[in-house]
Structure formats: structure tokens, C-alpha cells
């Protein structure tokens, strides 16, 4: 038993080490490969094949001298196993080190282990295909290894060489090759888009047409949900979509409303000279009184829960500085399928995040409301100059208690300089109307049927802080034009059903979202095979004048993301980044609460700074992308129409799992019984 017990032993750190070189070699990819081309991209996708099937014929030439073919499959199986267990553990380890993070990139192409909120929480386990690898490999392999030494006799379970076992094991060995030539061949004649797939007679949507409904949808104003522009908005949009998709339904969902009325920041309101200071309102934080509150002000550096202890901030008003989370281009492509820049024009490019300040608001705001202040004003560093200060964020819909207010980098450096001379008051307004229950948000949909009820989901959110030429006209102008084209094909002609949605709480924490996925997940959505939510397109402003780097998010099916890698580069789509839903950006989308819950999602979308301000005009639309985008999608639904449901739904693990164990693993062990062999003693072989 020890002697077993150490082979085992030096067989499982052997195939350890294997298996960490196999996970190196993704990371060295997206640090030094080209990340724009297509073939990397496709060696991305599927490479989750690649590490159980070369470790199970690594162990096929290692291990040929086992006594019969239960112990010999035993251990081929373990050396599967153990690349399931290290990308579970490297998973696992992911926020401890980026240097984790990027070993773990097989596994996060593959579906990753957790799927979290763009803020952090978890919301479900996806490391199932990592457990059932360990389960049946690792475990179903000691156990097959156990048995067959236990079961061992005197021929070991092989074919005896009395008769011409030469034949079956050259077949086997062919068989191997074959497949090992044909994978690969396969994967790039299913992944390979085809182009062009327009129905005749029937108009693409022009530039001139999807920017028409752009400026529609903008000239509506602001859409925060529950105002009486929302509402106006919800109207003509659904009047829109009954011109040309009829029926159209509309379904309601009731959030608590939140609107200024006013707010005010003045520094010294009781000294000779009041000093009124520009600011902007933390929306959905709490209401001061009409006069509103004065108080002395305590800067509290970050908020770091050190700076809260080191000062009594009851009944007073903190100053708090929030500093940018910058995201650059090099970073992002790390973790990307793909990062399609073929002119490096995104290289090198890094800049604000814009919901980056409000990530560390989370993590203050509740020792704010704990420590007892009455107010909080936060310092927006980094901030660029746009116009006038019109942050509106965060947009989660949830009522705070202290009322708070943004300011610029200069303005907070005035008060920090101001503090330093002595005690300072503050005079901060923020009036609002507050109704619990009292706001109303719609979802918008039409449903184009097709031959089947299986149905993609084509979706944006047509809410927005301000008439928000990017946030989000661009998405609803881009799902119009789409609704447009394909209302216009014969029924017999869609394969597969279609519904249009827009939904209308975004920008309240999407309890609309939620609702839609609680009324409809017996019925639409479990017939859907995709969620395809267009978001933001915009350009690079102020950086510069070229597109806004572009995310878009896969539930981890190869064929899909393989189907739009090659319509990225056919369409040259620049600065576009594939990614998985489990990056650490997770889905920050509308699409988000579907992906969270386990639905599949394609979900493309930006993040300009100004993304929340109102320096988000029509000028920030790129034109020149948006028939590009158009004809993608197009091509796009009409590709995934070629696969049958089955080829949409599956993961690279299971995939992987299911090639490892019926195919591969039946012809080692032919391979292994009827290999021609000199008179070998019985010794169990390392």
C-alpha cells in the first residue's frame, strides 16, 4: 500500500506541474500574443479541450505497463483530474493575486467559479463543471485504480498475445490521430461566420435610420424612471413598436421614487462671506429640511475605517475624497477572449471607470450612516471638466439616510486647505420628494414568432439620467432599427422566434429586470437561447476621438463567442474585448440580473466617463459605427439560426468532459489491451 501511495504521490505532483504549465500558457498568450487575431482568439475559446485531453495521453504513454486496463484508465483518469482541481484552486485564489487570476484564465473561459455582482457580492456557483471534473477524474479514477489492483489476475485483464491483437490496436492508434487532426479542423469549420446574410428585398438599416431613432429617443429628455418624461417616453415607444411588431406588451413594476427639488453647498453661511460652492446631488440619498442643515465639516481622507476612529463625526458633516478607479485597455485584454485593436489604437489607454467612484461609495457610505453624521459631501477626484458637475450616480434605487452631495478635486482641495486653518461650517441643502412605492416602471416588448418558440431576446433599457445620447438612446435607436428589419421578414423565413425589449428601471436597480425574469421564466425565457443586449455606443471623449473601448460579456458558450469574434473582424469592430461573465468586472450591464441568475446572455456595452453626465450628447454617438454594429447582429442571429439549440447550450468543460470520457478514454483503452508487448514482469510501473 505505501509503495502505491507514493507512486500516486509523484504521479499527482508530476501531473500538477503539467497542469500548471497548461495554465500558463493563456496567460502568456494575453500578455504577449496578438490578442486582435482571430486564431488566438479561437485557441482561447475552446482551449478548455486542449489540457484533459493531452494530460489523459500523456498518461497513456506514461502509464502502459499497469497490470490491467481498470488500474491503467485509474491512473490516466487521475492525470485528468488533477487539471480540474488546480484550475478550481487557482480559481478559488483569484482575488488574492492577479498573478492567480491570470493562471486561472482556462477556467474563467470556461465558466469560472463564482458569478459576482459588478459590485463584488456573489450570486451564484458556476464551478460545477470544475466539481463533476474532479468528481468522475480525480475520485472516479483512484476508485477505478483501487479496484483494479484488487481485481488483478494473472494475464491483468489485457488480451493475451496469443492471438493477433495488432490490427485493433493500429486502428485505435489511427482512430487517435484522426480525431487529434479533426478537433481541431471541426472547430474552426463550426466557429467560422458566415457574412452577408441579408434578406432580399428587405433594407438594412442605414446610419441616417438608426440615428433617427437615436435623436428620437434623446429628444424625450431625461428619462429617470417615474417622471412624467419616462412616462411620455414608455408611451411613444410602445407606439412605435405596434407600428411594426404587433402585439406589444407592456408590463409594470412599482419602485420606490426618489426626485430633487433642490440642493446647495455654501461654505461659512454665517461669516461675512458665504461662499456658494458648485455641487451636484448623491441621488437617492436622504432630504434635509427646505433651509437644509449646517454643521461643521471633518475631512476624513478616503474613509478608511481608521480615518472614522480617529475623529467623532456625530451631528456633523464628513468630507470625503473618492478617487477614480482607472481601467486601461492592457489590463482589460488580460482577461478578454478576445481584444480585437488591430491598429493599437486603444493600447496604452487608460482612464476613469465611470461607476469606479461609487465602487468605493459602497464601501463608506454604511460607516458614514454608523458613525452618526448628519451630511456628507465626497470629493470627485479626477473628475474631467465637461461642464457643469452633473454626476448622477449611484442609480441603485435604494433610499439612503444622509443626505450627500458631490463636488470637483479643486473645490475639495479648497476646503481641505480652508480646514487646516480651523473649525469650518458648512450649509448643505438637499430637498426631495420621497415616495416608498411610489414610482412606476415599464418593460416594453414585442415578439416577432419564428418556426420554433426557442427565441433570442434582442434588449436595451430605454431610461437614462439625461437625454443621454449614449445612456442609453444609442442601445434603444440600435434595437428599433433591428425590430424594424426583421418585422419586415415573412414568418416562414425567421427560424426561430424573436422578442424586442426594452426595459425602463435601470437606473433605479432594475427591479423591472427582476420582475420580467420572475413572470416569464417558465414561459419566454425558458425557450430562450440568448439575451442579446446592445448598451452605449460612444466614443472616446475627451481622450481622444476614436470609439470608447467595448466590452461584450458571453454566458461561456465556444460557439456563440466564436460566431462573433469572426463578425468583430470581418466588420472591424476596433477596440472590442470579448469576455466571459465571470471576469471581475462581472456582467455591468442591463443584462446583469439575467446573467445572475443563470440565463444566457451576448450583452455588449461601453463605459465613457461621462456615461452618467450631461455632457452625454448626441455628438458622443459614433455614426460611423452604427451600421457596422447593425450588420453584425444580423449576421450574428442569422449564424446562430444554422446550430441546432443543443450546440448553443453547452460548455467547453462539459464538452471536454464528455470527449475525455466517451471518446478518448475507450480508444486508450484499446490501445492499451491490444498493444503488441515484449514478455513484461508484473511490477506496477511509476
Not at 496578438?34 to 486542449?50: E, V
Not at 484564465?105 to 463584488?120: D, E, I, S, T
Request: net charge negative; proline share 7%; aromatic share 14%.
Amino acid at each position: 500500500m505505501a509503495l502505491h501511495l507514493r507512486r500516486l504521490l509523484l504521479q499527482f505532483l508530476a501531473f500538477l506541474l503539467i497542469s500548471l504549465f497548461f495554465s500558463i500558457i493563456p496567460a502568456l498568450l494575453a500578455a504577449f500574443g496578438n490578442t486582435s487575431s482571430y486564431a488566438q482568439a479561437l485557441f482561447n475559446i475552446w482551449y478548455g479541450l486542449l489540457p484533459p485531453i493531452a494530460l489523459l495521453l500523456l498518461a497513456y504513454l506514461l502509464y502502459r505497463k499497469e497490470p490491467n486496463w481498470l488500474a491503467f484508465l485509474g491512473r490516466a483518469w487521475m492525470a485528468v483530474g488533477t487539471w480540474f482541481l488546480l484550475q478550481l484552486v487557482l480559481e478559488s485564489l483569484t482575488t488574492v493575486s492577479p498573478l492567480l487570476s491570470l493562471l486561472s484564465l482556462p477556467a474563467k473561459f470556461a465558466g469560472g467559479l463564482l458569478v459576482r455582482h459588478p459590485v463584488g457580492y456573489v450570486a451564484y456557483f458556476s464551478g460545477w463543471g470544475l466539481v463533476s471534473g474532479i468528481i468522475v477524474f480525480l475520485l472516479g479514477g483512484l476508485a477505478l485504480y483501487i479496484f483494479g489492483y484488487r481485481l488483478r489476475s494473472e494475464n491483468g485483464g489485457r488480451i493475451t498475445n496469443n492471438g493477433n491483437t495488432k490490427p485493433a490496436f493500429v486502428v485505435s492508434t489511427v482512430l487517435l490521430v484522426a480525431l487529434l487532426v479533426a478537433i481541431p479542423l471541426s472547430i474552426y469549420a463550426i466557429s467560422k461566420p458566415t457574412t452577408g446574410n441579408f434578406v432580399a428585398g428587405v433594407a438594412v438599416p442605414s446610419e441616417d435610420e438608426i440615428y433617427s431613432h437615436i435623436e428620437d429617443v434623446y429628444g424625450f429628455g431625461p428619462r429617470r424612471p417615474g417622471s412624467a418624461s419616462y412616462h411620455e417616453a414608455a408611451a411613444e415607444l410602445t407606439a412605435w413598436f405596434k407600428c411594426f411588431a404587433s402585439p406589444v406588451t407592456v408590463e409594470s413594476t412599482t419602485f420606490d421614487y426618489w426626485e430633487e427639488k433642490k440642493w446647495r453647498l455654501v461654505m461659512e453661511p454665517s461669516g461675512d462671506k458665504p461662499t456658494e460652492v458648485e455641487c451636484f446631488f448623491w441621488p437617492y440619498s436622504g432630504q434635509t429640511p427646505p433651509e437644509g442643515i449646517t454643521a461643521p465639516l471633518v475631512y476624513l481622507g478616503y474613509g478608511a475605517e481608521a480615518d472614522f476612529q480617529a475623529a467623532d463625526i456625530t451631528g456633523k458633516v464628513v468630507l470625503i475624497s473618492l478617487a477614480p478607479i482607472n481601467i486601461g485597455w492592457n489590463e482589460l485584454k488580460l482577461f478578454s477572449y478576445m481584444a480585437y485593436d488591430p491598429e493599437n489604437l486603444a493600447a496604452g489607454r487608460s482612464q476613469p471607470y465611470p461607476i469606479g467612484w461609487i465602487l468605493h461609495l459602497f464601501n463608506i457610505y454604511p460607516r458614514v450612516e454608523q458613525a452618526g453624521a448628519i451630511g456628507a459631501v465626497y470629493i470627485l477626484e479626477d473628475y474631467p471638466d465637461m461642464g457643469p458637475l452633473t454626476y448622477y450616480a449611484p442609480y441603485d434605487g435604494k433610499i439612503r439616510s444622509v443626505p450627500s452631495l458631490y463636488i470637483r478635486e479643486e473645490d475639495g482641495e479648497m476646503f481641505k486647505n480652508r480646514l487646516k486653518e480651523g473649525p469650518l461650517e458648512v450649509n448643505l441643502v438637499l430637498d426631495a420628494t420621497i415616495a416608498k412605492d411610489g414610482g412606476e416602471a415599464s418593460n416594453i416588448y414585442a415578439i416577432l414568432p419564428g418556426k420554433t418558440d426557442r427565441n433570442f431576446i434582442i434588449s436595451s433599457h430605454f431610461d437614462s439620467p439625461w437625454p443621454s445620447g449614449v445612456e442609453d438612446s444609442s442601445g434603444v435607436g440600435m434595437v428599433l432599427a433591428l425590430a424594424r428589419y426583421y418585422a419586415q421578414i415573412p414568418l416562414e423565413e425567421r427560424q426561430r422566434t424573436m422578442v424586442f425589449m426594452l426595459t425602463g428601471s435601470h437606473f433605479v436597480g432594475e427591479p423591472s429586470n427582476d420582475d420580467f425574469i420572475e413572470r416569464h421564466k417558465e414561459g419566454i425565457l425558458s425557450d430562450n437561447l440568448f439575451t442579446l443586449c446592445i448598451e452605449h455606443i460612444a466614443d472616446n471623449w475627451p481622450y481622444s476621438d476614436y470609439v470608447e473601448a467595448r466590452g461584450v460579456f458571453f454566458k461561456e458558450n465556444p460557439v456563440a463567442i466564436s460566431l462573433y469574434a469572426g463578425l468583430v473582424q470581418h466588420y472591424g469592430l476596433y477596440s472590442t474585448l470579448l469576455f466571459p461573465t465571470v471576469t471581475p468586472l462581472g456582467v455591468p450591464t442591463d443584462a446583469g440580473p439575467l446573467s445572475r441568475e443563470g440565463f444566457p446572455v451576448v450583452s455588449y456595452i461601453s463605459g465613457p466617463v461621462y456615461l452618467f453626465d450631461a455632457a452625454d450628447t448626441l455628438d458622443r454617438v459614433p455614426r460611423d459605427q452604427l451600421v457596422p454594429l447593425a450588420k453584425l447582429y444580423i449576421d450574428y442571429i442569422e449564424n446562430l439560426n444554422r446550430y441546432p439549440d443543443f450546440m448553443l447550450r453547452f460548455n467547453i468543460n462539459a464538452l471536454a468532459r464528455l470527449l475525455t470520457t466517451f471518446v478518448f478514454s475507450p480508444l486508450v483503452i484499446i490501445g492499451f489491451v491490444t498493444r503488441p508487448r515484449k514478455q513484461e514482469n508484473d511490477l506496477w510501473s511509476l
